[in-house]
């Protein structure tokens, strides 16, 4: 009996495949649950980023998001405008731009904590188990920067 051969160029063989079809299903999830509350799924992360270090710099959240400025602005102003956050001018170089939390953005951070439990439900899959994933796949990013 001959045994067949793999094809390397298999779709389903492809890791670029994997990791962009489970993202986009998984963001998917996020946005039935952030929807709610008014958030995109890239606005949640710049919460996110906020509520971890508040005040940040555009640069800082930018580089932390791993986004172009010409992206974040756009989900900054929004963010602005819904009343989560605030953006002024640097008082020690006026080149920067600073974003900070109000009231309002402190307080939606309350309402967020569901979201994580929320999808670990969806999944069926347990938070230690998520957790180990996502273990993996910073493992995984840490190494592609490194190329």
């Known amino acids: 009996m001959a045994q067949t051969e ?3 160029l298999a779709l389903d063989r492809q890791l670029c495949f994997a990791l962009a079809a489970t993202s986009r299903s998984v963001i998917g999830l996020y946005r039935d649950l ?3 509350m008014g958030l995109t799924h890239p606005q949640y992360l ?3 980023a906020l509520w971890e270090h508040d005040p940040r710099s555009v640069r800082e959240i930018a580089g932390e998001l791993r986004l172009e400025s010409a992206t974040l ?3 900054l102003k929004r963010l602005e405008a819904s009343g989560y956050l605030r953006r002024t001018r ?3 170089d006026e080149r920067q731009l600073e974003v900070s939390l109000t ?3 402190r307080a939606l951070r309350d309402r967020a904590r569901e979201v994580p439990l929320a999808v670990a439900e969806r999944l069926g899959w347990p938070l230690a188990r998520l957790e180990a994933l996502k273990d993996e796949l910073t493992e995984l990013l840490t190494l592609v920067d490194g190329i």
């Open 46 to 48: 710049v919460m996110l």
């Open 90 to 92: 640097s008082t020690a």
């Open 73 to 75: 602005s756009p989900l």
């Open 103 to 105: 009231t309002a953005g």
């Open 6 to 8: 793999i094809d390397p």
């Open 34 to 36: 952030l929807e709610p």
